[in-house]
């Protein structure tokens, strides 16, 4: 079982930037594939970024690349979400998800945290 818990979500003007943390605790955190999704009012859940358990491989929804950096630090089990350029589009719950394969993260992650409000007013 993985635990995850997300912070860093708020209120910000379109054009500014946020930074979202996502504090994992359970099993392993160096040997799971983390990402992020988000969830805009009256729509589906979609897939944002991921990064491999090395960092090394960073996969990007093409609505935020460019714009969103995803990274993590598995000495502290965490993963974060730079977030600039905020547009009002961007308006969503942020969840952090976890999963034991990075091919299949983007689709059907294994765990999600409760999710966090980000707010892009313009």
């Known amino acids: 079982q993985v635990q995850l818990e997300e912070s860093g979500g708020g209120l910000v003007q379109a054009g500014g930037s946020l930074r979202l943390s996502c504090a994992a605790s359970g099993r392993t955190f160096g040997s799971i594939q983390m990402g992020w999704f988000r969830q805009a009012p009256g729509k589906e859940r979609e897939f944002v970024a991921a990064?491999?358990?090395?960092?090394?491989?960073?996969t990007y929804a093409d609505s935020v690349k460019g714009r969103f950096i995803i990274s993590r630090e598995n000495t502290k089990n965490a993963a974060y979400l730079q977030m600039n350029s905020l547009k009002s589009e961007d308006t969503a719950v942020y969840y952090c998800?976890?999963?034991?394969?990075?091919?299949?993260?983007?689709?059907?992650?294994?765990?999600w945290g409760q999710g966090t409000q980000v707010t892009v007013s313009s």
């Open positions: 990064i491999s358990w090395d960092g090394g491989r960073k």
């Open positions: 998800v976890v999963d034991n394969r990075y091919d299949t993260l983007a689709r059907r992650p294994d765990y």
